[in-house]
Structure formats: C-alpha cells, structure tokens
Nanobody
Framework: QVQLVESGGGLVQAGGSLRLACAASGRAFSGYVMGWFRQPPGRERDFVAAINLSDSTTYAADSVKGRFTISRDNAKNTVYLQIYSLKPEDTAVYYC?????????????????????WGQGTQVTVSS
C-alpha cells in the first residue's frame, strides 16, 4: 500500500524558514513525479512545486519561485520542500502527492488530476 507522510510543519514567525518532508513507502518511486500543493484556510488547493525523481528536474509555481525549493533524497525515499522568508500568506495545509511519469514536461504536473497518491497534509502557520 502506497503511503505518503508529510512532516515538518508548525508555527513560525514571518521571515523564518521551514523544511517540509514527504516520506514515501509502499512501492518504487523512481519513475514518479512528486509534487507539493497547499491549501490556505477557506481557499482551494494550489500547486507549489514538483520534482521528477528520474532526473531531479524541478518546476515551481511563479508565486513561490525564489523562496521555495523542492529536492529529493532517493536513499530515504523522501522529498523536501524548503521554504525561506515565510509570509503570513504562506499559512496553509501543505500536501505532497505522487504521479507516475510518462514523459510529459513538468508543468503538466501542476494539475491535481495527474496525481494518484496524496498524503494527509502538514499544517504551516506563519505569524506576523
């Protein structure tokens, strides 16, 4: 059974940093794209960033470029989302997701419908 477990969320002051982790288990993920999404309070879930586990190419939403970095550790089956210079508007539940990669360019994976597996999410709250 595939399982994605996020961790690393919490309460942080504006300007601080966090590193979220997504630990994957239950199958081999080498041919997958892993994505991060977030859902602010009262709003829809939005794409944040994705990484192709086959070649480490990455893609991020324009709104987070320069502050968010996605990376992986294949040995640990874990994908990370490093967030710098946190803002109150970054407050959200952050989800990781996994999608089988069939070769499309990464921007395709900004759509939730591409993902087969989802974690339960981790809360990030940024105080001003």
């Amino acid at each position: 059974q595939v399982q994605l477990v996020e961790s690393g969320g919490g309460l942080v002051q504006a300007g601080g940093s966090l590193r979220l982790a997504c630990a994957a288990s239950g199958r081999a993920f080498s041919g997958y794209v892993m994505g991060w999404f977030r859902q602010p309070p009262g709003r829809e879930r939005d794409f944040v960033a994705a990484i192709n586990l086959s070649d480490s190419t990455t893609y991020a939403a324009d709104s987070v470029k320069g502050r968010f970095t996605i990376s992986r550790d294949n040995a640990k089956n874990t994908v990370y989302l490093q967030i710098y210079s946190l803002k109150p508007e970054d407050t959200a539940v952050y989800y990781c997701a996994a999608a089988p990669s069939f070769g499309p360019a990464l921007p395709i994976y900004s759509a939730e419908g591409e993902y087969d597996y989802w974690g339960q999410g981790t809360q990030v709250t940024v105080s001003s």
